[in-house]
């Protein structure tokens, strides 16, 4: 049987290599770290998260359950991780960073199938099948590597990190406690919320309007950034209410001591299971780090904060998959390929995940001279892969999970539920669920 080699040890990689390893083939995995760091990671572990640490919302018959939901049914182990180091943050699936990456690093280094190999890959090894899953901060030896065998120049985009603050230097005789709406996993108040009134609002506008940037590796004409994660400046740019009607929105949220809405919000989210440090929801940005610690002490509860991590931006690369990559994620002039998480060119967390897991079920049917079989066009998963192939390959962009990406129901179902939109994301839900166990059970008996 030919080998298996998966090149990045992040949230695709390791799932991956995990799923090669359950269906009981040896498999390298090769992470550079820490032999080359990147720019944002901070650790060796695999799976470590440099962004957000939340895996989206949990609310049922959402778009981000829905994909959560099916990998979980087919068994994913860092779906199952997540729940095991899961800290509160409302209706959504939210880690301990540093938890989370630990028990990745575990199963994966326990696993007696699974060669960790430490070094930097520059050539792409073609004595088997290769799962390519090394994430947006793709070396430049790499990157150029990948140019070669697709004969393709990279593409890229700008992203941002948000910083990060102790939870004991944030004043919560200023702050307050709540979730919007009301909505938590368990009834309990599970974001810390940073009231503005007008004047202090337009106040920090300014302030972030004519604070200091990292200068970027491009010209700023060109720069290019991922819409759903837009740096804070980007956003204030485009006008003065853009914050309040985005990352400071203070709908749904209601100060407790005075019973009135707040004219804006800064939520803050739970960082660890310890609780001893908070991230700023939606405040990725590419600020000087002073300018940073300056801007951001101007929001009422954080005049203190002390900073565990400040905003910082880097560049992810990805590859034009419509143009190159067939539904199981290889190389149409090379099957024996395949890729996987951010640099197929899917956003988020969970994304990466589910191609992670995808690719490395179809390495495992490729080893075996068995013809991948993708999931039904109608699940999560089959439509995440399904874009990545057969997008505008003229205009493709990094996709998060959505259901715009599903296909629609049918004319007389929509017809029936058009005036019901949760009852018609209920019915988009329920068929790919059952779409996705009758393709279960057809693989199961094989």
Request: charged share 25%; net charge negative.
């Amino acid at each position: 049987m030919i080998p298996i080699h998966v090149i990045g040890g992040g949230l695709a990689g390791s799932e991956a290599a995990l799923q090669a390893a359950r269906a009981g083939l040896p498999c390298v995995l090769y992470e550079m770290r820490p032999v080359r760091q990147t720019p944002a990671h901070q650790t060796d572990r695999f799976a470590e998260l440099v962004c957000s640490n939340s895996l989206k919302s949990e609310q049922e018959n959402s778009a981000p359950w829905l994909l959560k939901e099916e990998l979980q049914r087919l068994g994913s182990f860092l779906i199952e991780a997540a729940w095991r180091v899961r800290v509160p943050a409302g209706h959504a699936l939210t880690v301990d960073r540093v938890e989370f990456a630990r028990e990745v690093s575990r199963m994966v280094e326990m696993s007696p199938l699974i060669e960790v190999r430490r070094e930097e890959v520059t050539r792409v090894p073609d004595d088997g099948v290769a799962v390519i899953a090394s994430g947006p901060l793709t070396s430049d030896a790499l990157a150029a590597e990948i140019a070669r065998i697709t004969g393709s120049d990279r593409l890229f985009f700008y992203d941002a990190i948000s910083p990060i603050v102790e939870a004991d230097s944030i004043d919560m005789s200023v702050a307050f406690r709540a979730s919007r709406y009301g909505k938590s996993m368990d009834g309990s108040d599970d974001y810390i919320n940073c009231p503005m009134n007008r004047v202090q609002y337009e106040t920090f506008l300014a302030a972030l309007s004519e604070a200091a940037s990292v200068p970027s590796h491009i010209p700023q004409d060109n720069a290019c950034y991922f819409e759903s994660c837009l740096p804070i400046e980007e956003l204030a740019r485009r006008g003065p209410d853009t914050l309040r009607f985005g990352p400071m929105k203070p709908i749904g949220l209601t100060d407790p001591r005075n019973g009135r809405r707040p004219y804006a919000v800064v939520q803050l989210r739970q960082e660890n299971l310890r609780a001893d440090s908070y991230n700023l929801v939606g405040f990725q940005n590419h600020m000087r780090f002073p300018e940073q610690a300056r801007v951001f002490r101007m929001i009422p509860g954080l005049e203190s904060a002390e900073f565990v991590r400040y905003g910082q931006i880097h560049r992810n690369t990805y590859i034009n998959g419509p143009a190159l990559l067939g539904p199981a994620l290889a190389l149409r002039d090379r099957p024996r390929v395949l890729f996987a998480g951010q640099i197929s060119g899917v956003e988020g967390y969970v994304e990466s995940i589910a191609t992670g897991l995808m690719a490395g079920r179809n390495a495992v049917s490729i080893a075996r001279g068995v013809e991948p079989e993708p999931p039904p066009r109608e699940t999560a998963l089959g439509s995440l892969c399904a874009y990545i192939s057969g997008a505008d390959a003229s205009d493709y962009q990094p996709a998060n999970i959505t259901f715009d990406l599903l296909l629609k129901l049918e004319e007389e179902t929509r017809h029936r539920l058009r005036h019901d939109k949760k009852a018609r994301h209920a019915e988009v839900c329920r068929r790919a669920l059952a779409a996705l166990d009758a393709w279960r059970l057809a693989d199961a008996t094989g």
